[in-house]
């Protein structure tokens, strides 16, 4: 898996969100990720919502993402 495929799971999750996915190692991300949808929502929640795009994605293709999310 490599970062545009990363970021394009969350696009189509979250599609009106603006996203940034970095990485260059294959394993390991880094994701900044803003949303509308975030709005009222606690960071735990919003990164819960993020997790959600990416599926089944962890189990083995996906090591590690790191996550900075935010409202506008």
Same mark, same amino acid.
């Given at each position: 898996?490599?970062?545009?495929?990363?970021?394009? +799971?969350?696009?189509?999750?979250?599609? *009106?969100?603006?996203?940034?996915? %970095?990485? *260059? *190692?294959?394993?390991? #991300? *880094?994701?900044?990720?803003? =949303?509308? =949808? #975030?709005?009222?929502? =606690? %960071?735990?929640?919003?990164?819960?919502?993020?997790?959600?795009?990416?599926?089944? =994605? #962890?189990?083995?293709? +996906?090591?590690?993402?790191?996550?900075?999310?935010?409202?506008?």
């Amino acid at each position: 898996m490599n970062a545009l495929e990363i970021q394009k +799971l969350i696009e189509v999750g979250l599609p *009106d969100a603006k996203v940034e996915v %970095l990485g *260059d *190692d294959g394993q390991h #991300f *880094d994701a900044r990720v803003e =949303s509308p =949808s #975030f709005t009222g929502k =606690s %960071l735990i929640a919003q990164h819960k919502m993020v997790y959600a795009t990416l599926g089944d =994605s #962890f189990e083995g293709a +996906l090591h590690a993402l790191a996550l900075k999310t935010s409202a506008p």
